[in-house]
Every structure is written in structure tokens, then in C-alpha cells.
């Protein structure tokens, strides 16, 4: 009997698994394996955030195996070294895993592949969780793509159609001595702000697809515009699932395409604004396979030049913990804290505010969103911070700043989604607080701290800042 290992990493799921299928297939037994090995991703090793996502998601894919009658061996340690373990006591001729496309990652699976296969063992790995792998999309030049929109235009145009891979069924599951319990990880945090992310969350497999359903049903057909009110949940809020790959693209696209096919065309919701925001996903990891060096580089070298303002560890710290007396910005950092998650529209928000308004360098919020984030992706947190810069490819301009102000005006009206993260505000008008620069007194009366900067006057110095850059 041939026997397989699949070593699951950020791919807990076992429907639309083609590492899993594949083994599946071809083999008469199947282990199915998870390393905890975090020390490959440095210096990107996951943060708190990631880490209880992690276990929960671990639980999640131990019972949807224990349902097919498998198990999940859990180990700890050298990869290379607990994979020749358990190929020793398995007897198992052959390693199935899917590919990630982060640096440490790709350095780590081809000395793993390499080893492996000198040791006599074939190894298998897939495509990863995204529509198109990084390489696979080229300009007429044979180069990268830099820009988004030509880059969502030839990806749109190779979208799969035909239905995801089904559950995984191995003739025979094997089971080996030595399983780690997942307590033995030490992924959980000491911090207090677990329980809120116990009460925002449901990893897994199942807890994805149930908020597929629920995007479906109330978010969908006005996501164009609900995407942009924090105050409504008018986002999937799939992007957790998808990083730690309890849900494809595959599987959200064809869940989609067949929920709509079924309604009347005056009904069906256009599924083309929220496609392309699964299309900046791509994008990203596209960016950072042909660009390793963006989560610590500028991607425009010219910004190397850029006149930060000297560090401000005080600065940072009230920013981190939604103290700067902006009410857009301290409300998102809130509800950061609170449940590992931020709506994109204040991210860009809070972002605009450290670098633009703090001129402190967007490594600082990129680790601390690598932190906080139930989902810190480094390819499109490297991309979303160095946007905001101004930095990065296909940025906004340097001289964008956004105003939180004139932004919670816009897309909180009525000021609910302040007043659910800043409570002390809660009898405030929404006017007074959208107009919080004039009424400091009335707020700092409610326990709300004093604007940190002056909008105004900040912004001039950024812009002065970037013409000194501009000028070179």
C-alpha cells in the first residue's frame, strides 16, 4: 500500500484542496500533517492576532477530518526533521503540500523539496489559494505588472468557471503515535483582548462559508457602495478566511456565479466591484513574488529619500491604542484592538493619519498591523501600507491625504460607527463630532482626548515634506 503525507500550513480546508485531492487519488493512504514551525517565516513569523486564529483554525480542520474518520498530526520543531520522522514511521514514499508565495516561504519549500527528494521521496506541491499563481501573469513585455488595472484586466479574463475541487476522500487515513495537542503550541494570547476576537469570529472552514452565505444574502447586491460605510457590515469579511486558506477564491467566485444565475436579471447584483477587490489579493502576492524586498524596501526608490519625522514612540502608542483625538481614526484602531479587524475604508484612513499627519515611516503601522490583524497577510499588508505612502506601486499620490474628518461625514453620516467604538461620545450630535476640531472643549468634557495635531497644519508639512522629495 502506498502511503502520502499532505502537509497543511495556510490551506485548512479540505474541500478545494488540490495538495489533499491529489493524494487522495493517487494514494492508498493518506496522513494528513500541520509543523508549527514559525521560526520559517522570519522574519515575518505570525503575530498575536494570526497565532489565535491559527489554533482556532487547527480545531476547525480537526473536526472536519475526525467527520471523514481522519486525524490531524500536529508536530512541532525543523520541518525537514519531523517530516523524515514521520515518513520513517509511515513508510510514506511521497510529501503533498500547496504552495505559498511569500520569500521565506518559497526559500523554505525548495530546501524542503530539495532534501526530501534526495532522500528518495517525491514531492508534490500545488497551486496556492489564489486565482493565479504570481508567475503565471506577465505584460507584452514579458515583464511584471506594476499598475493594477491592466493586471486585473488580463486575470479577469482567466478566472476559472468550472466548479472547485470536492471534499477529499482517502481510501484509507492514517494515524501515527506522538500527535501534539494544540495547547502545546502556545499559539494563544495572554493579551485581554481575546474574547473580543472569540465574539467577532468563527474560524474555520465552516464559520467561512457561513459568511459566504450571509455577503450573499444582505451585502452583495449593494456592495459598490455598502463597502464603503463602516457602519453596516457591507464587506464579506472573508479576507481572514482566505489568508489562512479555509476558503478559495475558487470556491467564493463559483458560490457567487451560481447564487446570481439564479435570480432574474433585474435582481442580480453586479459581482464585478467586489471580484476586483478579490483581484487586489492577487495582485499582491504578484507584487511581492517579483518584489521580495517591498515588506521592508520602498518599491519607489525614491522615497528612500524622504524626510520622515524623527520617531515618536508617545506618538505611535496613542495611535496604536485610538488616542489621538481624531474620532475616524481613534474608532478604527478600537475596533482593532477589539477584534483583530478594521473596515478597509478607515485602514486607509488610520494609515493616512501616521504617515501623512504623524509623518512617522509606515514600518511602524505595518507591524502593528501585522500584530493586531485576525488577517495580516504580508502581500497585501505590504501593499496597503506603502500605498497609502505613496511609495508603493500603483500608489495613491504622496499628496493625498485623507481627511478623517470630511471621511466619517461621508460615509458615517449619522455617526455610528464612532459612537459604537468611542462610547464616551455616545450623547454627542453627530455634527459635533464630525466638526471635533471646533468643539475640543465639548468632547474633552466626555473624557475624549484633544486632537493630537492640527489637520491643517500637519498636512502642509507632509506636502512640504514631499516637495522637498519631488524636487530632487
Avoid at 101 to 128: C, M, N, Q
Wanted: charged share 20%.
Amino acid at each position: 500500500m502506498s502511503t502520502a503525507l499532505v502537509l497543511f500550513r495556510r490551506d485548512l480546508r479540505v474541500a478545494d484542496h488540490p495538495a489533499l485531492f491529489a493524494a487522495c487519488a493517487e494514494h492508498d493512504r493518506v496522513l494528513p500533517v500541520y509543523i508549527h514551525a514559525p521560526q520559517d517565516d522570519a522574519p515575518w513569523a505570525p503575530g498575536a492576532a494570526s497565532r489565535w486564529w491559527l489554533h482556532h483554525g487547527l480545531e476547525s480542520l480537526q473536526s472536519a477530518l475526525a467527520t471523514q474518520g481522519a486525524s490531524l498530526h500536529v508536530a512541532s520543531g525543523n520541518a525537514l526533521e519531523s517530516l523524515r520522522s514521520l515518513i520513517q514511521a509511515s513508510g510514506a514514499s511521497a510529501v503533498y503540500w500547496c504552495r505559498h508565495y511569500e520569500p521565506a516561504s518559497i526559500a523554505r519549500d525548495t530546501r524542503l523539496k530539495a532534501a526530501l527528494r534526495e532522500d528518495g521521496i517525491a514531492v508534490h506541491s500545488h497551486a496556492g489559494n489564489v486565482w493565479s499563481e504570481p508567475w503565471a501573469l506577465a505584460t507584452g513585455e514579458g515583464k511584471p505588472y506594476r499598475v493594477f488595472t491592466p493586471f486585473w484586466r488580463k486575470l479577469r479574463t482567466q478566472l476559472p468557471v468550472a466548479a472547485p475541487l470536492p471534499v477529499a476522500r482517502a481510501r484509507h487515513w492514517l494515524a501515527l503515535p506522538g500527535s501534539l495537542p494544540l495547547q502545546a503550541l502556545h499559539l494563544l494570547p495572554t493579551r485581554p483582548w481575546a474574547g473580543g476576537l472569540a465574539a467577532a469570529w468563527q474560524p474555520g472552514e465552516a464559520g467561512a462559508q457561513e459568511l459566504l452565505e450571509i455577503f450573499a444574502d444582505d451585502a452583495l447586491a449593494g456592495y459598490a457602495n455598502g463597502r464603503d460605510l463602516p457602519a453596516r457590515h457591507g464587506t464579506s469579511r472573508l479576507s481572514p478566511h482566505l489568508h489562512f486558506g479555509e476558503i478559495t477564491p475558487a470556491q467564493i467566485h463559483h458560490a457567487l456565479i451560481q447564487r446570481t444565475e439564479r435570480m432574474s436579471v433585474q435582481r442580480r447584483p453586479d459581482l464585478e466591484p467586489f471580484l476586483r477587490e478579490l483581484g487586489w489579493r492577487d495582485f499582491a502576492h504578484h507584487l511581492l513574488y517579483h518584489f521580495p524586498d517591498t515588506p521592508h524596501a520602498n518599491f519607489n526608490p525614491r522615497f528612500d529619500a524622504f524626510h520622515w519625522a524623527r520617531q515618536d514612540a508617545t506618538a505611535v502608542a496613542r495611535w496604536q491604542r485610538g488616542r489621538t483625538g481624531i474620532p475616524l481614526v481613534d474608532a478604527g484602531m478600537r475596533e482593532l484592538w477589539h477584534t483583530g479587524w478594521m473596515h478597509n475604508r478607515v485602514r486607509m484612513v488610520a494609515a493616512s493619519f501616521l504617515t501623512k499627519n504623524l509623518r512617522q515611516h509606515w514600518h511602524h503601522g505595518a507591524r502593528w498591523f501585522w500584530d493586531t490583524l485576525v488577517d495580516a497577510d504580508l502581500a497585501s499588508n505590504t501593499l496597503g501600507w506603502q500605498w497609502v505612502a505613496g511609495c508603493g506601486a500603483d500608489a495613491a499620490p504622496y499628496f493625498r491625504v485623507f481627511n478623517p474628518y470630511v471621511q466619517a461625514a461621508k460615509f458615517d453620516p449619522e455617526a455610528t460607527y464612532l459612537k459604537r467604538w468611542l462610547p464616551e461620545l455616545t450623547g454627542l450630535p453627530a455634527k459635533t463630532i464630525h466638526e471635533g476640531w471646533r468643539h475640543a472643549s465639548t468632547l474633552s468634557a466626555c473624557g475624549y482626548p484633544a486632537p493630537m495635531v492640527d489637520m491643517a497644519r500637519s498636512r502642509e508639512a507632509a506636502l512640504a515634506a514631499w516637495s522637498q522629495l519631488a524636487a530632487r
